[in-house]
Antibody, heavy 117, light 107 residues
Framework: EVQLVESGGGLVQPGGSLRISCSASGFSFSSYPMHWVRQAPGKGLEYVSAINTNVYNTYYVDSVKGRFTISRDNSKNTLYLQMSSLRVEDTAVYYC??????????WGQGTLVTVSS | DIQMTQSPSSLSASVGDRVTITCRASQGIRNYLAWYQQRPGEAPKLLIYAASTLESGVPSRFSGSGSGTDFTLTISNLQPEDVATYYCQKYNSPPRSFGQGTKLEIK
């Protein structure tokens, strides 16, 4: 059974940094691209970032370019999102999503990141 | 960037009804469209991919159609457990953006 478990969310001040993680199991993690999707409180889904299996091909939505870095450790079956220069508008539940043909077939339960002073 | 627009934003229907949600892309995306269901308090769940292919385990009362710019998600014989917000997503090329969502309630 595919399992994706996010962790590392919490309260951070504007301008601060945070790294969230996603521990994957139940599938061959190194064989699949992975995504991060976020959802602000009471709002819709926003596609944030993606990473290919070879860790060199990455994508970022314009609003996070230069501030967020996606990475993966295939030896630990773990996906990361390093977030810096955080803004109030980055407050959201961040979902880790397994790729299948460029769409997501399995989603984690999410981790809440709150940016507030 | 290609914009995805869903309609309606919300709707209310009765158990047993047939419900239709539409998703329109600002440019053609062939059939690179997925539909997700997000029940209250839960993570999204994949329903349909390639515009009309039902994900394994999803009830057959869900169906999808369309190609190019206009797509439809249909729920026949609406059930109480279908109360959720439904999202379309394009995935032909980055950004793999979502529609704004359609909130479905039971009358």
């Amino acid at each position: 059974e595919v399992q994706l478990v996010e962790s590392g969310g919490g309260l951070v001040q504007p301008g601060g940094s945070l790294r969230i993680s996603c521990s994957a199991s139940g599938f061959s993690f190194s064989s699949y691209p992975m995504h991060w999707v976020r959802q602000a409180p009471g709002k819709g889904l926003e596609y944030v970032s993606a990473i290919n299996t070879n860790v060199y091909n990455t994508y970022y939505v314009d609003s996070v370019k230069g501030r967020f870095t996606i990475s993966r450790d295939n030896s630990k079956n773990t996906l990361y999102l390093q977030m810096s220069s955080l803004r109030v508008e980055d407050t959201a539940v961040y979902y880790c999503v397994k790729d299948r043909g460029n769409y997501g077939d399995h989603w984690g339960q999410g981790t809440l990141v709150t940016v507030s002073s | 960037d290609i914009q995805m627009t869903q309609s309606p934003s919300s709707l209310s229907a009765s158990v047993g009804d047939r419900v239709t949600i539409t998703c329109r892309a600002s440019q053609g995306i062939r059939n690179y469209l997925a539909w997700y269901q997000q029940r209250p308090g839960e993570a999204p769940k994949l329903l349909i991919y390639a515009a009309s292919t039902l994900e394994s385990g999803v009830p057959s009362r869900f169906s999808g159609s369309g190609s190019g710019t206009d797509f439809t998600l249909t729920i026949s014989n609406l059930q109480p457990e279908d109360v959720a917000t439904y999202y379309c997503q394009k995935y032909n090329s980055p950004p793999r953006s979502f529609g704004q969502g359609t909130k479905l309630e039971i009358k």
